[in-house]
């Protein structure tokens, strides 16, 4: 079974039991032998992301994939939260961030040019647009993005409020070191999320 496939029927698993949560499924993924799914709060907002939840959702998630054995071998589930810095890997994903400042870093390109960083003016099913601090809009389609993610403006966040960045961080590296079982769990290294782990044998 491709992995494509294995991720494809983990995706149709998991999207009913997010949606019973009242949640939003932003992503699955394989990385070696680890399954990530990664939750987002729902666009409506009526369901705030909490440790309470995302340690349900484990359970949830995890039963269901003891069930229907949709990966062979052993692996490690991981639910997670998009973090501070999200990683963007598709159309929706872009979609969904538009406004926001975003990093990207580009494939077969010179090494001067191969980073940009601005404002996502816009994104479609083809490309998406960024306006540089200079003012100028460059058009960018993802067959020539490598690696992209959105930027957290801890200078903004300290200037509303001087607790506000380093408390959010705080939470968010508290939050990492707890799984559903409480147990130490993962210390991400980058981009701050709210981890839990299990782990499967097939």
């Known amino acids: 079974m491709s992995a494509a ?6 995706r149709a ?3 009913p039991i997010v949606a019973d949560l009242r949640l939003d499924l932003y ?19 009526a ?9 349900l959702a484990t359970r949830l998630i995890s039963r269901e994939l ?8 052993r692996y490690t589930l991981e639910v997670s939260t998009p973090g501070l ?14 406004g926001a400042t975003v990093a990207l870093r580009l494939r077969d390109v010179a090494s001067e040019e191969r980073r940009v960083e601005g404002t996502l003016a816009a994104a479609d099913d083809d490309a998406v ?15 020539t993005i490598d690696k992209a993610r959105t930027v957290f403006d801890w200078d903004e966040a300290n200037t509303k409020s001087p607790a506000t960045g380093r408390e959010a961080y705080a939470r968010s590296k508290h939050a990492a070191k707890r ?19 299990e782990k499967h044998t097939s």
Do not use: C
Not at 27 to 45: K, N, Q, S
Not at 47 to 53: A, K
Not at 129 to 143: C, P, W
């Open 5 to 10: 496939t294995e991720i494809d029927r983990v």
């Open 13 to 15: 698993l998991v999207e």
């Open 27 to 45: 992503d699955v993924e394989r990385r070696g032998g680890t399954i990530r799914v990664t939750l987002d709060a729902a666009p409506d907002g």
């Open 47 to 55: 369901e705030p992301l909490t440790l309470d939840n995302i340690a």
């Open 66 to 73: 003891d069930h229907a054995d949709p990966i062979a071998g």
């Open 85 to 98: 810095e999200r990683q963007l890997r598709t159309p929706e994903h872009f979609a969904r961030s538009v």
């Open 129 to 143: 647009t960024v306006e540089l601090a200079s003012g100028d809009q460059r058009r960018i389609t993802y067959s």
């Open 179 to 197: 799984t559903a079982a409480g147990d130490s769990a993962t210390d991400p290294s980058h981009s701050p999320s709210h981890p839990s782990e």
